[in-house]
């Protein structure tokens, strides 16, 4: 297959041209050639397209081949340019080459001149792909260093031995040092002791170990202040298979100081929530201990009962306030477990016999912001204590059940029931003049929930109402169970607050 080659010919014979062609053509060149012997149409033949290949005869009345030699290296250093003259001396022909001839040869000799065309173009490719080559690696060396020099991370490479071969100039900012200060360097060159020692242990480490690493490391300057680093490591290998280590650090001593300042305040807020539930608990036990202490001074016994039903709900709050205490001043109570607690105090402090009264509980777990627990509780609390006091007279015996459940939506469900003498008929609780179900009424309206109950064989109440904690919105999906207290289908049907 042909090769297309661009030939501009300075020769002032034309025969001569025509035997130059056909030797290109022999060596299987397609050649697009110009012949030109003055200096005017040469120049104007540099200046169109340029050649691939020039190839001059040594001496021509009105230029010569070192003159054109001159005229072609001032235009385009890269074109080859091959001497081929009828005569010409090894001396001059040396001289021509240290001038920048490519080759030369004789007309006699023309059969070398494909295969001396040929690596003329071979050595013209091979130099323009080593330009090329430099080109871009200069160009990638400056993006390298503008780059690392205007990273606002310090960044390092070492060797085995820990000496600094490379550093960004970050080093000035982080450091506080100078490039010249660093590079070539030691960490024992550079730092004290202990500091020396630490980092040159990371730095074993990861090179031993072959896994990248991260450490907060504590660097005192100079100038007396001291940096917090967060420092990346990896090992790598450079071209020659030398094992060096490649360090990345980012000065977070504002970030370290923020987090302990966070920390701080965190600390002293769950302390003094702390402080707060336990206050709060204490006024209201005083509160229950004056109830108590009113309750048994008076000779009246329906205030008497009176004052002790206001104790159980202070009670109530109190244990609420007591559970927040123990939660690390946590703002959310485990209602679970605390309507386990409080059903059987309240069970306890009625003096229920167990043989008499079966408790059932379906209770799964569910955390309630603090400003829903202590509603919810209350109402708990007078669910149970309306059962407790109503639902079995004269020591009848049955079952008091509640159930505690949330959906994945985070709608909170909680049902009293009773399978003792159920409400009286016709009762509409939300007009009762007992206080305990207008307090009922009261929380349930606070916590935008609803109330459903039923006449019949037994008594049984279900409030529902969307929980407000943050967790809520992914709730794990409380598990039905067939021991669930449900409440009759009359239940369903009554009425809704």
């Known amino acids: 297959m042909s090769v297309n080659v661009r030939v501009l010919i300075l020769e002032d014979s034309p025969q001569d041209a025509e035997l130059m062609v056909h030797e290109l053509r022999r060596s299987n060149f397609a050649p697009d050639w110009q012949r030109v012997d003055t200096e005017p149409d040469y120049l104007a033949a540099l200046r169109g397209s340029l050649p691939?290949?020039?190839?001059?005869?040594?001496?021509?009345?009105?230029?010569?081949?070192?003159?054109?030699?001159?005229?072609?290296?001032?235009?385009?250093?890269?074109?080859?340019f091959i001497v081929v003259s009828g005569a010409i001396g090894e001396d001059i022909a040396v001289a021509m080459m240290r001038k920048g001839a490519t080759d030369y040869l004789l007309k006699d000799r023309l059969a070398r001149l494909g295969p001396a065309?040929?690596?003329?173009?071979?050595?013209?490719?091979?130099?323009?792909?080593?330009?090329?080559?430099?080109?871009?690696?200069?160009?990638?060396?400056?993006?390298?260093?503008?780059?690392?020099?205007?990273s606002p991370a310090l960044a390092y490479i070492k060797d085995q031995d820990g000496r600094l071969l490379y550093m960004n100039n970050?080093?000035?900012?982080?450091?506080?040092?100078?490039?010249?200060?660093?590079?070539?360097?030691?960490?024992?060159?550079?730092?004290?002791?202990?500091?020396?020692?630490?980092?040159?242990?990371?730095?074993?480490?990861?090179?031993?170990?072959?896994?990248?690493?991260?450490?907060?490391?504590?660097?005192?300057?100079?100038?007396?202040?001291?940096?917090?680093?967060?420092?990346f490591r990896f090992p790598f290998s450079?071209?020659?298979?030398?094992?060096?280590?490649?360090?990345?650090?980012?000065?977070?001593?504002?970030?370290?100081?923020?987090?302990?300042?966070?920390?701080?305040?965190?600390?002293?807020?769950?302390?003094?929530?702390?402080?707060?539930?336990?206050?709060?608990?204490?006024?209201?036990?005083?509160?229950s201990s004056l109830l108590t202490m009113q309750?048994?001074?008076?000779?009246?016994?329906?205030?008497?009962?009176?004052?002790?039903?206001?104790?159980?709900?202070?009670?109530?709050?109190?244990?609420?306030?007591?559970?927040?205490?123990?939660?690390?001043?946590?703002?959310?109570?485990?209602?679970?477990?605390?309507?386990?607690?409080?059903?059987?105090?309240?069970v306890y402090s009625f003096g229920a016999d167990p043989a008499e009264l079966r408790l059932r509980f379906d209770l799964n777990p569910v955390t309630l912001p603090?400003?829903?627990?202590?509603?919810?509780?209350?109402?708990?609390?007078?669910?149970?204590?309306?059962?407790?006091?109503?639902?079995?007279?004269?020591?009848?015996?049955?079952?008091?059940?509640?159930?505690?459940?949330?959906?994945?939506?985070?709608?909170v469900r909680l049902i009293v029931s009773d399978d003792g003498v159920g409400l009286p008929p016709g009762l509409d609780w939300t007009q009762s003049q007992s206080l305990g179900l207008r307090i009922i009424d009261i929380l349930t309206r606070q916590l935008d929930g609803t109330m459903r109950l039923g006449i019949g064989p037994g008594a049984g109440f279900s409030l529902a109402f969307r929980n407000q904690a943050p967790e809520s919105a992914q709730p794990a999906p409380a598990k039905p169970s067939a021991s669930e207290p449900s409440l009759p289908s009359s239940h369903r049907l009554g009425q809704t607050a």
């Open 370 to 411: 603090v400003t829903q627990a202590i509603p919810c509780g209350l109402i708990l609390n007078e669910l149970v204590t309306n059962a407790l006091k109503y639902a079995f007279p004269q020591h009848r015996t049955g079952e008091l059940a509640v159930a505690l459940s949330q959906d994945e939506n985070g709608m």
């Open 238 to 287: 450079d071209a020659a298979g030398q094992r060096l280590l490649g360090g990345v650090s980012v000065d977070v001593s504002e970030q370290v100081r923020i987090e302990k300042a966070l920390a701080s305040a965190v600390a002293s807020k769950e302390a003094l929530l702390k402080e707060l539930h336990h206050r709060v608990k204490n006024n209201l036990q005083v509160i």
């Open 295 to 346: 309750s048994e001074s008076t000779k009246d016994t329906g205030l008497a009962q009176a004052l002790l039903e206001s104790q159980k709900r202070v009670q109530c709050m109190a244990l609420i306030h007591e559970r927040l205490n123990r939660d690390d001043g946590r703002d959310s109570v485990d209602f679970q477990e605390f309507a386990d607690a409080l059903t059987r105090d309240l």
């Open 117 to 150: 065309v040929r690596h003329a173009l071979f050595e013209k490719a091979l130099r323009e792909e080593t330009r090329n080559a430099e080109r871009a690696l200069l160009t990638s060396e400056i993006r390298f260093h503008s780059f690392m020099h205007h």
């Open 170 to 231: 970050t080093c000035e900012q982080t450091w506080g040092r100078t490039l010249a200060e660093c590079e070539g360097k030691l960490d024992h060159e550079l730092w004290p002791p202990e500091v020396a020692a630490s980092l040159r242990g990371h730095d074993s480490s990861v090179l031993t170990g072959g896994d990248a690493s991260r450490t907060l490391e504590e660097i005192p300057l100079k100038n007396g202040r001291t940096v917090q680093l967060l420092s």
């Open 52 to 80: 691939d290949v020039i190839l001059a005869d040594y001496r021509l009345p009105q230029l010569d081949a070192t003159r054109a030699l001159e005229l072609t290296r001032e235009i385009d250093w890269s074109v080859p």
